[in-house]
T-cell receptor, first 114, second 113 residues
Framework: QKEVEQDPGPLSVPEGAIVSLNCTYS??????FMWYRQYSRKGPELLMY????GNKEDGRFTAQVDKSSKYISLFIRDSQPSDSATYLC??????????????FGKGTHLIIQP | DGGITQSPKYLFRKEGQNVTLSCEQN?????MYWYRQDPGQGLRLIYY???????QKGDIAEGYSVSREKKESFPLTVTSAQKNPTAFYLC????????????FGAGSRLTVL
């Protein structure tokens, strides 16, 4: 079983819809959770960062962590064509540098249809 | 503006040649990383460095080499020993304390002809 599972998609939804992107994980030690957005042929950029369980909201984006189910989600409200990108989840058991402790999902390719 | 600069953006190489990808950051980050991204395989860690003159192998270091002579710079050399070098290469940096959040460069696309 891979440490982090993420459906690669593509996920295609109409403009204005609510999008739900998800990752599941197996390592119960993970407590730092991140979502990155990556446009085609660009580097990933950080969207959301959460610690432990709960919700965090930033504009149209909401990150949700359920540690009991080992499941994290990213919701996008009022989706726009400019949201079309690949979304990568990432998680770590500890803070601080050291990418050997940072595990990425493979990314979900999202397409917002105008 | 602070950030990470990778160059070149696109690079073509003949088989058997070594090539060096540049990565420079002005974020005053101590840690720097190189990832490889292939379709359907996500990000795979090649090398990382938390301090000048020190670096560690990641999951797929074979056929690659790095140096960290300056805090701002972390060049990656793709050697002829790398069997399948065609890929998208990403450089990243982070603080060594606090949140484990990476800042990425725009990437370098290497194609072996």
């Amino acid at each position: 079983q891979k440490e982090v599972e993420q459906d690669p998609g593509p996920l295609s939804v109409p403009e204005g819809a609510i999008v739900s992107l998800n990752c599941t994980y197996s390592n119960s030690a993970f407590q730092y959770f991140m979502w990155y957005r990556q446009y085609s042929r660009k580097g990933p950029e950080l969207l959301m960062y959460t610690y432990s369980s709960g919700n965090k909201e930033d504009g149209r984006f909401t990150a949700q962590v359920d540690k009991s189910s080992k499941y994290i989600s990213l919701f996008i409200r009022d989706s726009q064509p400019s949201d079309s990108a690949t979304y990568l989840c990432a998680m770590s058991a500890h803070s601080g540098g050291g990418a050997d402790g940072l595990t990425f999902g493979k990314g979900t390719h999202l397409i917002i249809q105008p | 503006d602070g950030g990470i600069t990778q160059s070149p953006k696109y690079l073509f190489r003949k088989e058997g040649q070594n090539v060096t990808l540049s990565c420079e950051q002005n974020l005053n980050h101590d840690a720097m990383y190189w990832y490889r991204q292939d379709p359907g395989q996500g990000l795979r860690l090649i090398y990382y460095s938390q301090i000048v003159n020190d670096f560690q192998k990641g999951d797929i270091a074979e056929g690659y080499s790095v140096s960290r002579e300056k805090k701002e710079s972390f060049p990656l050399t793709v050697t002829s020993a790398q069997k399948n070098p065609t890929a998208f290469y990403l450089c990243a940096s982070s603080m060594v304390s606090g949140a484990n959040v990476l800042t990425f460069g725009a990437g370098s696309r290497l194609t072996v002809l």
